[in-house]
């Protein structure tokens, strides 16, 4: 890759994953332009430019990605399987570095877990730009997994603890190491991809902000509100023959049951570790796990104080 990365487009830029993908993107220097659908209600900050296009049309994409070094896509899971589109443009507008909306566990190790079933979307995605990669050698790619979003997923139940009834749901023994990136990191992540572009050329790569255990964050918890949490038990096994119910009637909520399954199951074996991490590539350093429990009692205390109680609180 000749020059730097200076002009980055994001799709889905008004999401969970996007809002923190902008702002960290901004902070490292690059020139931001976020996609977004007609209709939409989005707002950006100062400096961002937003430019509506119909995902459905290749020109709509093209003209929009016109001049821009790098596309990001943090396109909403409902939507990662018409991402075809988008490399098209992508290609045709000679964008030199796609991020596709992975984020989640590594695609390209899905084997036969059921689990895999559901995530055709991104699998295609990243093959499909492959192919198209391999066609047009300007055209590159990285696709970043990241394990749980382990700030968001305090919010919205995926971690297990639950602060309002200081329950905590512990699949198996709770002792699996478990893949975890908090939002933020995520967005440094994808800028530092985009700042050390011959390092990170044509590779899926893993990131963790760190690798707990359920019992570990369950201790923590206990320790930070110096309470007892109740604790209950579920089993891997279980999870994965309600998913198997759900998905035999095309119920896609069977999602969440195999992805307990698959990360937190007894023996999983997701934890990023070592090199495995990319972190050490980007000249990034892991999060403190303490203080990313510590950060959410605060904020839910807060909202708790100030009458605003959210979801998971
Ligand atoms: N690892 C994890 O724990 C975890 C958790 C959640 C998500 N993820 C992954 O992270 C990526 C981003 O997810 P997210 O939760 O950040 O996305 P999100 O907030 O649900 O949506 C991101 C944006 O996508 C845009 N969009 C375009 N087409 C859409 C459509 N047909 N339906 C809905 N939104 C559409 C919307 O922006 P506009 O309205 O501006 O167009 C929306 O704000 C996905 O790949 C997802 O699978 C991972």
């Not at 659908?37 to 994409?61: C, I, N, P, Q």
């Amino acid at each position: 890759m000749s020059s730097p990365i200076k002009s980055v487009a994001v799709v889905g830029g008004s999401g969970n994953l996007g809002k923190a993908t902008v702002s960290e993107l901004v902070n490292a220097g690059f020139t931001v332009t976020v996609l977004t659908r007609e209709g939409s209600t989005s707002t950006f900050a100062k400096g961002v430019v937003s430019k509506v296009v119909d995902y459905s049309s290749v020109e709509s994409l093209t003209s929009a990605l016109t001049g821009q070094d790098a596309l990001v896509s943090t396109i909403a899971t409902a939507a990662v399987g018409g991402q075809q589109t988008l490399v098209d443009a992508a290609v045709a507008a000679g964008v030199r570095r796609i991020i596709p909306s992975e984020f989640g566990i590594n695609t390209r190790f899905l084997g036969k877990e059921p689990i895999g079933a559901i995530l055709q979307g991104k699998v295609k995605t990243l093959n499909y730009i492959h192919e198209q990669s391999k066609r047009n050698p300007s055209f590159t790619w990285t696709g970043i997994s990241t394990g749980l979003f382990f700030d968001w997923g305090l919010d919205h139940g995926s971690i297990g603890l639950d602060k309002s009834t200081k329950t905590a749901t512990i699949y198996d023994s709770g002792n699996e190491p478990y893949q975890a990136s908090n939002l933020p990191h995520i967005g440094k992540a994808i800028a530092a991809v985009l700042k050390h572009p011959e390092q990170t050329v044509n590779r899926y790569i893993s990131i963790a902000s760190f690798n707990p255990t359920q019992n570990q964050a369950l201790e923590i918890a206990e320790k930070l509100t110096g309470e007892k949490w109740t604790v209950k038990h579920v089993l891997t096994s279980e999870e994965q023959q309600i998913g198997a119910e759900k998905l035999s009637k095309g119920d896609y909520s069977a999602f969440s049951n195999f992805l307990r399954r698959r990360v937190y199951g007894d023996g999983a074996g997701l934890a990023v570790q070592g090199p495995d991490n990319a972190l050490d590539l980007l000249g990034l350093e892991g999060e403190d796990l303490e203080g990313s429990l510590r950060a959410w009692l605060v904020k839910i205390k807060k909202l708790n104080a100030d009458g605003k109680l959210g979801r998971n609180g």
